[in-house]
């Protein structure tokens, strides 16, 4: 089983959509939560951090149930440009080491 | 504010060189990570750094594979001699530590040939 897991999609939506995305992570003593984005060719870049109340910026909410081991990400009124990769991320203990989920593939079309 | 500055941007040669790829950290940030990404395989950790020491290298596909951080603020990653599987981007990130999230750079698109 992999350390975090994503559906990778893609998911199609039309503009104006809203789309949520799951991750899974296997280890319990993770502290930190981050969703990354990542356009064709380019980096990843941080999109949001996740905390454990919940949080939100703009038109995207992240989500963390500790219990179950899942985190989420709502993104509304879908823009042409939210097309991207979203990456889930976790690290793996206290510290600096981050594990990357593979990664849904979001495509909004018009 | 400066980012983390990766160069080259793309780098193609023949198999049997040596490569070497450099990495500049964000003023201030104290840890370093080299990463390799491919379609088959995507984001994968190579080795990162606290402070100038490396940690954790379980990630370092080879002998072939090296990497240094002669001061706070600067690594390179250093494959020698290269083959053609070793084509992929690689991504340098830092951070300030802790459980703070990484800042990537705009990564280097190494072909071997």
């Known amino acids: 089983r992999k350390e975090v897991e994503q559906d990778p999609g893609p998911f199609n939506v039309p503009e104006g959509a809203t789309v949520a995305f799951n991750c899974t992570y296997s280890?319990?003593?993770?502290?930190?939560f981050f969703w990354y984005r990542q356009d064709c060719r380019k980096e990843p870049k941080l999109l949001m951090s996740v905390y454990s109340s919940g949080n939100e910026d703009g038109r995207f909410t992240a989500q963390l149930n500790r219990a179950s081991q899942y985190i989420s990400l709502l993104i509304r009124d879908s823009k042409l440009s939210d097309s991207a990769t979203y990456l889930c991320v976790v690290n793996r203990e206290y510290g600096n080491k981050l594990v990357f989920g593979a990664g849904t593939i979001l495509r909004v079309k018009s | 504010d400066a980012g983390v500055i990766q160069s080259p941007r793309h780098e193609v040669t023949e198999m049997g060189q040596e490569v070497t790829l450099r990495c500049k950290l964000i003023s201030g940030h104290n840890s370093l990570f080299w990463y390799r990404q491919t379609m088959m395989r995507g984001l994968e950790l190579l080795i990162y750094?606290?402070?100038?020491?490396?940690?954790?290298d379980s990630g370092m596909p080879e002998d072939r594979f090296s990497a240094k951080m002669p001061n706070a603020s600067f690594s390179t990653l250093k494959i020698q001699p290269s083959e053609p599987r070793d084509s992929a981007v690689y991504f340098c990130a830092s951070t300030r530590g802790g459980n703070q999230p990484q800042h990537f750079g705009d990564g280097t698109r190494l072909s071997i040939l």
């Open positions: 280890n319990s003593a993770s502290q930190s």
């Open positions: 750094f606290n402070n100038n020491v490396p940690i954790d």
